[in-house]
Antibody
């Protein structure tokens, strides 16, 4: 079955960077774009961008341009999202997610990775 | 600011019908999908495309669209439907960017 398993919680200081990993299994890794979505505590869902594992092309939300990098490691079927210049506003749960049904929606999600930015 | 606007909260009596709306320019051209999120859990898609339910989603959930508004209807709301609901679609720029709605908290009375 399709599974997305994310790396664990992380604590970072303001100004630092964080990497969140998403290991895919149960499907052919290059078949589906990998999207990243975050949710700050008590807030709504926020789409961050996508990465096409087949070639590595990316598209980022304007808000994160210049600060986010989405890549993949084909050898281990893992997507990576790196966010730099962290502030307390980046404290959030970060999810990876894919569209398998082809309905322009997200039908499989990782369990989430909590990133806390604190001095 | 978000390009898909939802009412912050709605309430519905147990067994009654509730409609949640999502407004945005991009909805004139693209379908919305809808997500249910309960506390401490990842979102779950309940409606996608014109009006498609993934396997396991009860048929009391349905979707529709008209003009710049997409709607999610729960017919015969159950206690377990109490959750946050988000719409999602492409943004109005057409540049392969996506956006979530602001979210609606549904309370079942």
């Amino acid at each position: 079955q399709v599974q997305l398993v994310q790396s664990g919680a992380d604590v970072r200081k303001p100004g630092a960077s964080v990497k969140v990993f998403c290991k895919a299994s149960g499907y052919t890794f290059i078949d589906y774009y990998m999207h990243w979505v975050r949710q700050a505590p008590g807030q709504g869902l926020e789409w961050m961008g996508w990465m096409n594992p087949n070639g590595g092309r990316t598209k980022y939300a304007q808000k994160f341009q210049g600060r986010v990098t989405m890549t993949r490691d084909m050898s281990i079927n893992t997507a990576r999202m790196e966010l730099s210049s962290l502030t307390s506003d980046d404290t959030a749960m970060y999810y990876c997610t894919i569209d398998v049904y082809g309905g322009d929606s997200f039908d499989h999600w990782g369990q989430g990775a909590l990133v806390t930015v604190s001095s | 600011s978000s390009e898909l606007t939802q009412d912050p909260a709605v309430s519905v009596a147990l067994g009654q019908t509730v409609r949640i709306t999502c407004q945005g320019d991009s909805l004139r051209s693209y379908y919305a999908s809808w997500y249910q999120q309960k506390p401490g859990q990842a979102p779950v898609v309940v409606i996608y495309g014109k009006n498609n339910r993934p396997s396991g989603i009860p048929d009391r959930f349905s979707g529709s669209s008209s003009g710049n508004t997409a709607s999610l209807t729960i017919t015969g709301a159950q206690a377990e439907d109490e959750a946050d609901y988000y719409c999602y679609s492409r943004d109005s720029s057409g540049n392969h960017l996506k956006v979530f709605g602001t979210g609606t908290k549904v309370t079942v009375l």
